[in-house]
């Protein structure tokens, strides 16, 4: 069975400072990746995913995500984050085979102070 | 504007209660799931939906039943409520079950 594990239960930033969000999956086969954003009192959004190809995924509001296959992770980065990224995030995976619907992590909030 | 629709946005429900939350999309998405989010314990899945006419079971289906008589409808049904049933539930759906999902606005439910 596919489980993922986001390592960081709460982040808390700085303005400008860097981020990164750490996401780790096991399933021994093909994989398909995501991350997912939710805004305070709003359903989940796409942030960006990882089928095949360059492991170095580019989302939406200048975040990326490294699928990196020998450690079965998938971690978000941000060079420079915002107050309005304040949010919580989650990190999803299915098996791209077998057609199973998404698991995701339990998540990870960040909050930004401006 | 095209997407999925939930209803109620919320509700208090009477423990003991029989209750059906809505689903409907307008994307003739094939994929269609429910999902339960916790606090401290992220989405987890109920139910799915591959094509219409056949639903799954997902990680935590006791309680609860779906049905799919058609592409655009997902409604999950709680028999008889539990106070451990509250909680928000987000309908998602997506094109083939390997793509990324749409998820509704959610559904806050609160049984007393």
């Known amino acids: 069975a596919q489980s993922v594990s986001q390592h960081n239960h709460h982040v808390i930033l700085s303005e400008a400072a860097s981020l990164e969000l750490g996401c780790n999956y096991s399933?021994?086969?093909?994989?398909?990746l995501f991350w997912y954003v939710q805004y305070p009192g709003q359903h989940l959004q796409l942030l960006l995913k990882y089928f095949s190809g360059d492991p170095l995924v580019k989302g939406i509001k200048g975040f990326e995500a490294e699928f990196i296959k020998s450690k079965f992770s998938f971690n978000l980065r941000k060079p420079s984050v915002q107050w309005s990224d304040t949010a919580e995030y989650f990190c999803a995976v299915n098996a791209r085979q077998a057609g199973t619907a998404l698991i995701f992590g339990k998540g990870t909030t960040l909050s930004v102070s401006s | 504007i095209a997407g999925i629709t939930q209803a109620p946005t919320s509700q208090i429900l009477a423990a003991g209660r029989r209750m059906t939350l809505r689903c409907t999309q307008d994307?003739?998405?094939?994929?269609m799931y429910w999902y339960r989010q916790d606090l401290g314990l992220g989405l987890r899945l109920i139910h799915y939906s591959n094509t219409a006419g056949t639903t799954g079971k997902g990680e935590v289906p006791d309680g609860y039943s779906v049905s799919r008589a058609n592409t655009d409808d997902f409604p999950l049904t709680l028999a008889s409520a539990v106070p451990s049933q509250t909680s928000v539930y987000f309908c998602?759906?997506?094109?083939?079950?390997?793509?990324?999902?749409?998820f509704g606005s959610g559904t806050r439910l609160t049984v007393v």
């Open positions: 399933y021994g086969g093909t994989v398909n």
């Open positions: 998602a759906s997506s094109p083939e079950a390997n793509y990324g999902y749409t």
């Open positions: 994307m003739r998405h094939n994929a």
